[in-house]
């Protein structure tokens, strides 16, 4: 049972658009929400983080939206560069310690 | 920068053979994890520590065994390989002590058991 979903799979953005990645949870005792970046063949890395007390977090050209109620967020990558072509995990986690990771989404970002 | 090496980097085996996967962190961490990562399951945690000696099951531990001899190691043990235990195999290391937890990850280990 996927306690963390994310969609798309994957997706495909020209430089310079804004790629925007889902993610959903089902546990209402979930109360942060990191997201953790991956390039091929190395190990994900935190990128941008937020808790359940706020609605925005925002850092540079990335910025997490979450609701509460509908247990959703996302994460916004602005003016998208080839560089962020990666693949993004949204994870979620009851105690700060043990994080539940989504399927992740890989994002092309096309010159 | 927080430092995780894995060893090996990758590895193959035979169903049946016991599989070592060592993990050495040099941050300091209280917290360590073992994750495997497939494609459409993303990360999946099998084992976690809280310090040295202890070790707690994560979501999949069935058919792994884990080890935490010291604050700075941490070793995933397979001990009947079977195929469906081939994946790319995470290390990760997190401090405790501090709010929203961050977790520095090592390179993986890519292991096939034929």
């Known amino acids: 049972q996927q306690q963390v979903r994310q969609s798309p799979q994957s997706l495909t953005v020209w430089e310079g658009e804004t790629a925007i990645l889902n993610c959903s949870y089902e546990d209402s005792t979930f109360n942060y929400f990191p997201w953790y970046q991956q390039f091929p063949g190395e190990g994900p890395a935190l990128l941008i983080s937020i808790s359940s007390v706020s609605d925005k977090k925002e850092d540079g050209r990335f910025t997490i939206f979450f609701n509460k109620r509908e247990k959703k967020l996302s994460l916004h990558i602005t003016d998208s560069q080839p560089g962020d072509s990666a693949t993004y995990f949204c994870a979620a986690s009851p105690n700060y310690n043990v994080l539940y990771f989504g399927s992740g989404t890989k994002l092309t970002v096309e010159p | 920068e927080a430092a995780v090496t894995q060893s090996p980097r990758n590895k193959v085996a035979v169903t049946g053979g016991k599989v070592t996967l060592s993990c050495n962190q040099t941050n300091n961490h209280n917290n360590m994890y073992w994750y495997r990562q497939d494609t459409g399951h993303g990360l999946r945690l099998i084992h976690y520590?809280?310090?040295?000696?202890?070790?707690e099951k994560g979501d999949i531990p069935d058919g792994y065994k884990a080890s935490r001899p010291s604050q700075e190691n941490f070793s995933l043990i397979l001990e009947l390989a079977t195929p469906s235990q081939t994946s790319v195999y995470f290390c990760?290391?997190?401090?405790?002590?501090?709010?929203?937890?961050?977790?520095?990850f090592g390179h993986g280990t890519k292991l096939s058991v034929l």
């Open positions: 520590s809280y310090g040295a000696g202890s070790t």
């Open positions: 990760a290391s997190g401090d405790s002590r501090v709010a929203n937890e961050r977790l520095f």
